[in-house]
C-alpha cells in the first residue's frame, strides 16, 4: 500500500497505554484500502463539502473547509479524486502548502445519515489541467492520489441538516454575488485588478 507505516512511535505510545494496540492493528488489515469502492465514489461525489489537513515545509498544520454542491469532488479513477479550487480569500494556505508539502489529509462527511470517511494522500495543484474546462468557477485542479482510504466510526457527528446550498457554489451557467468583504474598503486597493469593481 505504502513505506510509510500506519501507525508511529507516538501513536502506538497512546494505544499501549489504552491497550488498543491489537485493535488498531486489525482496523488497519479490515478497513484500510488504497482503492477507492463504488460505494466511497458515490459517497464522496454525494458530498458538499470535506475538510483538508496540509502543512507546510516546516510541518506546520493548516485544516480548511473546501465546499461545493454534490459532485465538485470528483473521484476520478480508483486511486484519484480531482477537486476544482474556486475563488477564495487568495491566501492560499492549503494550496500553497500543497506545493512545499504534499501530504494531505482529507475528512469527507455526512451530518444527515452520520458517516466518514478519511483519504490519505499525496496532492499535486495544477492551472492548465484539462479538467478545468469541467469544473466551472474554478481556477486550479487539485488532483489526490490516495495511499490510504478508511471509514471513521461516526458515533460523535451530531445529525445535522442541510439547509440550504450555499449562493456562492459554483454552477454551471450560474455567477456567483460578489462576497460582502471584497466590497469593504479596507480590502479595496489590495484586490486583483479583476475584482477591483466588486460591489
Not at 98 to 105: S, Y
Not at 130 to 149: D, H, K, Q, T
Not at 159 to 170: G, N, T
Not at 174 to 182: R, S
Request: proline share 9%.
Amino acid at each position: 500500500m505504502t513505506d510509510n507505516p500506519m501507525y508511529h512511535a507516538g501513536m502506538r505510545q497512546l494505544q499501549d497505554i489504552r491497550e488498543t494496540r491489537a485493535l488498531a492493528d486489525r482496523l488497519e488489515q479490515v478497513i484500510v484500502r488504497s482503492a477507492f469502492t463504488e460505494e466511497d465514489r458515490a459517497f464522496i461525489q454525494g458530498c458538499s463539502m470535506f475538510f483538508i489537513a496540509t502543512a507546510d515545509a516546516q510541518g506546520q498544520p493548516d485544516c480548511s473547509y473546501k465546499g461545493g454542491l454534490p459532485g465538485f469532488v470528483r473521484v476520478l479513477d480508483e486511486h484519484t479524486l480531482a477537486i476544482p479550487d474556486y475563488d477564495g480569500n487568495g491566501m492560499y494556505r492549503s494550496w500553497g502548502n500543497v506545493l512545499v508539502n504534499p501530504q494531505v489529509g482529507l475528512l469527507f462527511l455526512d451530518f444527515e445519515r452520520p458517516k466518514r470517511l478519511r483519504v490519505n494522500g499525496v496532492a499535486t495543484v495544477g492551472e492548465d489541467d484539462p479538467l478545468r474546462s469541467e469544473f466551472p468557477g474554478s481556477v486550479f485542479i487539485v488532483r489526490v492520489n490516495a495511499m490510504r482510504i478508511f471509514p471513521n466510526c461516526p458515533r460523535y457527528l451530531h445529525q445535522m441538516q442541510l439547509v440550504e446550498p450555499s449562493v456562492h457554489a459554483p454552477r454551471p451557467d450560474y455567477t456567483p454575488p460578489v462576497p460582502t468583504w471584497k466590497t469593504f474598503e479596507a480590502f479595496r486597493d489590495a484586490l486583483p485588478a479583476r475584482d477591483r469593481g466588486a460591489g
